[in-house]
Nanobody
Framework: QVQLVESGGGSVQAGGSRRLSCAASGRTFSNYVMGWFRQAPGKEREFVAAISRSGGMTHYADSVKGRFTISRDNAKNTVYLQMNSLKPEDTAVYFC?????????????????WGQGTQVTVSS
């Protein structure tokens, strides 16, 4: 079992920045591909970004590429999502997730563990 706890959500104006953190506990953190997803009201949960076990490879949704950066600190068992140039359409609950595989996937179905989510609200 892996427990994931997100933090860092809140309200921000358009154009602003926010950094989300996801702290993991329970198993060896570096054995998991980590992902960030988000879900806006009335919409399906969607892929945002993911990072390989070592942190050497990342992948982003087109909608956030160039604005968001995913990173991880395996010594601290934490994955981060730096969000810059935020837009109102980034408003959502953001979830981190862990996948025991080696390949970065965009699908929610392959992720084994999920956090409870943190709300990010971007006002115009």
């Amino acid at each position: 079992q892996v427990q994931l706890v997100e933090s860092g959500g809140g309200s921000v104006q358009a154009g602003g920045s926010r950094r989300l953190s996801c702290a993991a506990s329970g198993r060896t953190f570096s054995n998991y591909v980590m992902g960030w997803f988000r879900q806006a009201p009335g919409k399906e949960r969607e892929f945002v970004a993911a990072i390989s076990r070592s942190g050497g490879m990342t992948h982003y949704a087109d909608s956030v590429k160039g604005r968001f950066t995913i990173s991880r600190d395996n010594a601290k068992n934490t994955v981060y999502l730096q969000m810059n140039s935020l837009k109102p359409e980034d408003t959502a609950v953001y979830f981190c997730a862990a996948n025991q595989g080696y390949v970065i996937y965009r699908s929610t179905a392959v992720y084994d563990y999920w956090g409870q989510g943190t709300q990010v609200t971007v006002s115009s």
